[in-house]
Every structure is written in structure tokens, then in C-alpha cells.
């Protein structure tokens, strides 16, 4: 090739390849031009959705009720959308609510108490029978706590349930319902029993109360006290997990498009208004039956007055549950420990009025009156029995986190009551003995 040739194709291609350079640089400009405008619309997007977002927030603040103090506390600590809502931080209890102040919750609390109260008397007349598997005397609490602690799980566990009921309330969680306390604290704190659980176990120990069932000897006593502390313990757990479960089970069968037609936010308000009212009237109901019914009436000497005093017991061991977490140990149910203690500081000498012998070899009775061992029975059952808990109990050592925790709370509650009816019981047992049936 001469040279003349390759001058005319350098000549040729360099102007091309300077237009494809110009062209380059335009093409970038105008694709920097197009990303500027790109940035300039997302910008203003991004601008009206926020300023679309503000606006909104703004009308849902004016239109949302003000929490009040008391649901500002919770309203991040808990929720049932959450897993691990089942095992809150420094929550050991249901009872543990702060929301006690309120009016509706604690009259929705009193009449689940009256349901609580008639449901445990009910059960515990008819579990008491001729050869029955206790053989107690006064009747065994172990079906009650049975049904108590599933309850208790189911309703803790219901998160489809509670979620449908939340949904468009305003509401964060399941706790600032009454409806639920009313459930927990109020059916199944009154429902459950601590302290006639021990007292079963003690009279179980040493051999009295027991429907003429005597043991061979009383080395035997130790083989009872520990059938009852694990078969009344260990049914209570397992009628806490067999709650669970079921509840697990409905959240499954049901759905939430279908439940939400039946429960919902609406109905449950409607249920609390109706609870409390029926509250207020079912105790008024009971004063003026057992002010009213004669002695020999089996409603008066059984429920009306025992209802009545129940009620006062659910009613401190609902402000007990307040000291939940205090005295500087957060996540010690300090509130049940001191009612469950008080109720078995209390029941054994109530026990000693109506079982215990003034004189053994005559068979006199320290009581004899039929209206002082009724109002007897009625502090017994319902005061003491409505004011400790196996229930919550279960419900707390569950919810604790640790091993040690549980440990730890059950050793000091169980050798606390355990101590203290001991040093009441027994003495007067082995010194003027007590009626065998």
C-alpha cells in the first residue's frame, strides 16, 4: 500500500473517530443529564410520600385516644403478635397489670372471682365421694387447679384470638383487655388454691383429715407427702401445658377472617360492660342471700357467704399482684408470694376452729355453733382459697426464664407455707388431735 493510501484513510477515520468521541461525550452528558432528572423525581417523590406520610401520622394522632399512663407503661413491654411474648421480661404474672386502677378491670376482675369461687365449691363437692383416690376429708383441690391451670395457658396462649380482638382497638396487647383479667386474675385465681393444697399436704403427712383412711404407721407420712406434692403439682403443670396446646390447636383450626365475624374488639367491650354489671349484681345478690336464707339453706351455709368473702380475697390478691418484680428483685412475683403466705398463715388456724378437739376424750369440739362454723368455712374456702393462687403460681414459674429463677421461687414459696403451717398444725395435732372424718 503507498503512502498516499494510508494518509487517505488516516485522513478518513481520524475525523470519524473524533465524532464518535464528541458522540460519546454527548451521550454521556445526556445520560447524566437523564440520571439528574431520575435523582430530581425520586427526590420529589420521596418528598411527597414523606409529606403524605406526616400528614397522615398527624390525623391519626388527632383521632387516636390518648393512652393513658398506665397502658403507656406496658405498651412496649408485651404483645401478642410476638413469640416471645409468652415469657415477658419482668412480667411474671397475668395479675401483674397495671391497669388495676381502672374501674371496669377490677369489677370485671370481682365477677370472674364469683365464677371462680361457685365453680371451685361446685367442683370440690363433686370430686368428694366414698373411696375416692385422696380420701381428704374436707375435699381435694386437685381437680380445681387442674382446670384453673389450663385455663390459664389457654388464655395466656390464644394469639389468634387476642390478635383478632386487638385488631382496630388501639390496643397493643392482650393485657390492657379486661376481658382477660377478668379470666385470669378473677375466674382462675379464685378458681385455683395454694394454701388448700398445702394444707392437704400436711394433714396428708402427719394422718389426720383422712377420711378414716389410716396409714400403718406414720413413717408412711413422708410417702404421702411427696405423692401429694408431685400429683398436685405435677397434674397442675400438665393442665397448664395441655392448655397451651389446645390453644395452639384452635389457633389452627380456626381463622382469623372467620373468627373476626363473632369476636371481635366490639363484642369483648361488650362482654366487659356486661361483666361488670353482673358483677356488681351478682354480689349484691349473695349479701342479701346470706343475710336472708335460712341457716339450713345449703345455698347459704356452701356458696352466699363464702362467695362474698371470696370476693375480698381475689380482690387483695389482685392489689398484691402490684408488688410483682418490687423490692429490687425485677423478676420475683414478690405480690403472689406475700398473698399465697398470708392465705397459709391464715387457713391452718381456721382449720384448728373447725376440725381441731377442745378435748379428745370427750370428742368436744372447739366449735359447735353452726352460724360460727359457717362464717368459719367461709373464711376457710373462700377468703383464703380466693386469696392464694395455683394458677398464677404455675403461670410465673412457666414465664420464668432461668432454670435457678424457677428454682428459687418455688423452694421460697413452697418452704415458707410449708414452714408456717407446720409450726401451727402440728404441735396442736399432737397435743388434742383433730376429727378423722
Not at 418528598?47 to 403507656?72: G, H, K
Not at 358483677?279 to 336472708?292: F, H, S
Not at 432461668?402 to 402440728?426: E, N
Request: glycine share 8%; aromatic share 14%.
Amino acid at each position: 500500500m503507498s503512502s498516499s493510501d494510508s494518509s487517505e484513510i488516516s485522513r478518513s477515520v481520524e475525523p470519524k473517530s473524533v465524532e464518535e468521541d464528541d458522540g460519546g461525550d454527548h451521550g454521556e452528558q445526556r445520560r447524566d443529564g437523564e440520571d439528574g432528572q431520575g435523582a430530581a423525581r425520586s427526590m420529589s417523590r420521596s418528598s411527597y410520600s414523606s409529606l403524605a406520610r406526616t400528614i397522615t401520622e398527624d390525623i391519626q394522632n388527632e383521632l387516636r385516644t390518648v393512652p393513658s399512663v398506665q397502658e403507656e407503661e406496658v405498651e412496649n413491654e408485651v404483645g401478642p403478635f410476638d413469640p416471645e411474648f409468652w415469657k415477658p421480661t419482668n412480667i411474671m404474672s397475668v395479675e401483674d397489670t397495671p391497669f388495676s386502677r381502672r374501674y371496669l378491670v377490677t369489677l370485671d376482675v370481682l365477677f370472674g372471682a364469683v365464677l371462680g369461687n361457685m365453680a371451685r365449691f361446685g367442683m370440690t363437692e363433686l370430686t368428694s365421694y366414698k373411696n375416692e383416690y385422696t380420701h381428704f376429708y374436707p375435699g381435694t383441690c386437685l381437680w380445681s387447679n387442674f382446670t384453673a391451670c389450663f385455663v390459664m395457658a389457654w388464655c395466656n396462649h390464644a394469639a389468634v384470638f387476642w390478635r383478632t380482638v386487638l385488631t382496630g382497638s388501639g390496643k397493643t396487647n392482650m393485657k390492657q383487655m379486661a376481658l382477660h383479667s377478668a379470666v385470669t386474675a378473677g375466674f382462675c385465681g379464685a378458681y385455683s388454691t395454694w394454701s388448700s393444697f398445702m394444707v392437704e399436704l400436711i394433714f396428708k403427712t402427719i394422718d389426720y383429715l383422712n377420711g378414716g383412711h389410716k396409714l400403718p404407721n406414720h413413717g408412711y407420712g413422708v410417702m404421702e407427702f411427696f405423692s401429694v406434692l408431685f400429683v398436685q403439682m405435677g397434674v397442675s403443670f400438665l393442665g397448664y401445658f395441655l392448655g397451651r396446646d389446645f390453644a395452639y390447636l384452635i389457633d389452627l383450626c380456626f381463622k382469623e377472617g372467620s373468627r373476626s365475624r363473632i369476636f371481635n374488639y366490639r363484642v369483648c367491650r361488650i362482654l366487659e360492660l356486661l361483666f361488670a354489671v353482673l358483677g356488681i349484681a351478682a354480689i349484691i345478690a349473695n349479701i342479701v342471700l346470706a343475710c336472708t336464707l335460712s341457716i339450713d339453706s345449703s345455698w347459704k351455709t356452701s356458696y352466699a357467704l363464702s362467695i362474698v368473702i371470696g370476693v375480698v380475697g381475689s380482690w387483695v390478691r389482685f392489689r398484691l399482684s402490684a408488688y410483682n418484680g418490687s423490692f429490687g428483685i425485677s423478676w420475683f412475683p414478690s405480690g403472689t408470694l406475700m398473698a399465697n403466705i398470708f392465705a397459709c398463715l391464715l387457713l391452718p388456724v381456721l382449720y384448728i376452729l373447725l376440725y381441731g378437739y377442745k378435748d379428745a376424750a370427750t370428742g368436744t369440739m372447739i366449735v359447735t355453733s353452726k352460724v360460727h362454723r359457717m362464717a368459719i368455712t367461709a373464711f376457710s374456702s373462700g377468703f383464703c382459697g380466693s386469696l392464694s393462687t395455683m394458677s398464677s403460681f404455675v403461670n410465673e414459674l412457666y414465664n420464668l426464664e432461668y432454670p435457678l429463677q424457677r428454682y428459687t421461687y418455688f423452694g421460697v414459696t413452697f418452704l415458707s407455707c410449708f414452714i408456717i403451717m407446720f409450726v401451727i398444725i402440728c404441735p396442736y395435732a399432737w397435743t388434742r388431735g383433730f376429727i378423722e372424718s
